[in-house]
């Protein structure tokens, strides 16, 4: 892939990010001071939190198949290349898994984000609050569907009072 074109491909993408950026203004800026206007201030979180995650993954993986279009399939290169490729879709799919469970528990949405460098788990629940058995039952989750280990996950809930 030439120069320009890698250009113009990442200026694309910042493009998009910049539009995103600016409906996200415009939609939150839109909302009122009201209890319907808190809850839909959590909806948005969620929903630009999971926009700006699907963005820069797309992003990261547009750039790493790049790389695999330039270097030989023997490389060092290629190899971590591809690695870093199937890290990212396993975080995602592990995501995506955790995610639809937690939701299951009854809560209106959840976010997980997992560290692809790091074991890091973060967990932003829709709730105004958690209890002890809450935290119990989230880590209960991530410990034995994903064997993450307790110490390196964060809960948060993002409660209509933001």
Do not use: Q, W
């Not at 290169?77 to 799919?93: N, T």
Request: aromatic fraction near 6%; charged fraction near 20%.
């Amino acid at each position: 892939m030439s120069r320009t074109k890698k250009i113009i491909i990442m200026s694309a993408l910042v493009l998009l990010l910049a539009v995103t950026a600016v409906f996200n203004f415009v939609l939150a800026g839109g909302v009122t001071g009201n209890a319907d206007a808190d809850a839909a201030e959590a909806a948005n979180y969620f929903s630009t939190y999971r926009t700006d995650r699907t963005t820069n993954r797309n992003a990261e993986l547009l750039e790493l198949d790049s790389i695999l279009a330039e270097v030989e399939p023997s490389s060092a290169e290629y190899a971590e290349a591809v690695a870093l490729k199937l890290d990212i879709v396993e975080a995602m799919e592990r995501e995506l898994l955790l995610e639809t469970y937690i939701k299951a528990m009854g809560y209106d949405d959840v976010v997980v984000s997992i560290g692809t460098e790091s074991e890091s788990v973060n967990v932003f629940v829709s709730a105004a609050g958690l209890s002890h058995n809450d935290f119990l039952s989230i880590y209960n989750i991530l410990s034995t569907e994903a064997g993450c280990d307790p110490a390196n996950v964060n809960i948060t809930p993002i409660g209509t009072e933001i």
